[in-house]
């Protein structure tokens, strides 16, 4: 295990820690907000953690699932993360500590990501040293572009992602410490999907404010 899969093995720990001392958590993609519902079961309190989602179904099929319509003070918003200007981000601009971007950048090309990096920049807390952009993608050992898929999606290894992160950088004048691997976790690569490619591999990255 590499320094860097070592010291983001202890992420969620670490997550959990600083949310139940009043940081606010966005989760971008957030589907059904089964990772918004597991951290309060783990005992964040949900008025800290937004979920964005592109599709509104998703978020009335996770309330139907879990039941707790009424019960749940997370708050669900129905969004796309590449339209920054949409008037559904106003009050989300600047107010948060941590956003995950869980399962969604290989669904993005190259000039996409640096966009949606560019955006939950701006949804963070401004000038604020510590606060994160964390997630998992579907990766690749090699690094590469779809040119076949008509939207050219990005599937990164760790030195991919830290150009994309690098560039990030140089657009935004900000500083970020990247930290980034990829593994065989989720079951990406087990063979029983006819479109597997042994080289899919899973990106996690942990990207903090210096
Ligand atoms: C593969 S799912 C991952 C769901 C969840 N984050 C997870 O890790 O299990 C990707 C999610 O991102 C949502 N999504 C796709 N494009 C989006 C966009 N432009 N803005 C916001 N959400 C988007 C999809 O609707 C879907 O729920």
């Given at each position: 295990m590499t320094p860097e899969e070592q010291s983001m093995g202890d992420l969620y720990p670490r997550l959990l820690d600083r949310l139940k001392a009043g940081d606010r958590f966005l989760d971008v993609g957030?589907?059904?907000g089964q990772d918004i519902r597991k951290l309060v079961y783990d005992g964040?309190?949900?008025?800290?953690l937004v979920g964005a989602e592109l599709n509104a179904g998703f978020i009335d099929v996770g309330y139907e699932l879990f039941g707790d319509r009424d019960t749940l003070r997370a708050q669900f918003v129905v969004a796309n993360?590449?339209?920054?200007?949409?008037?559904?981000w106003k009050d989300l601009h600047s107010q948060f500590d941590v956003v995950q971007l869980g399962m969604?950048?290989?669904?993005?090309?190259w000039e996409e990501q640096v966009k949606v990096f560019e955006h939950a920049i701006k949804l963070l807390?401004?000038?604020?040293?510590?606060v994160s952009i964390i997630g998992q993608a579907v990766g690749h050992l090699l690094s590469e572009a779809h040119p076949a898929n008509r939207k050219n999606t990005f599937r990164h290894n760790a030195e991919s992602f830290k150009r994309l992160i690098d560039q990030v950088s140089t657009k935004t004048g900000t500083q970020w410490k990247v930290e980034a691997s990829v593994d065989?976790?989720?079951?990406?690569?087990?063979?029983?999907?006819?479109?597997?490619?042994?080289?899919t591999r899973r990106l996690l990255f942990e990207v903090e404010r210096v």
């Open positions: 957030c589907c059904l964040v309190p949900g008025e800290n993360v590449l339209e920054e200007d949409a008037p559904v969604i950048l290989h669904l993005f090309s807390k401004p000038g604020k040293k510590g065989e976790g989720l079951s990406i690569y087990d063979g029983k999907r006819t479109w597997d490619d042994p080289n």
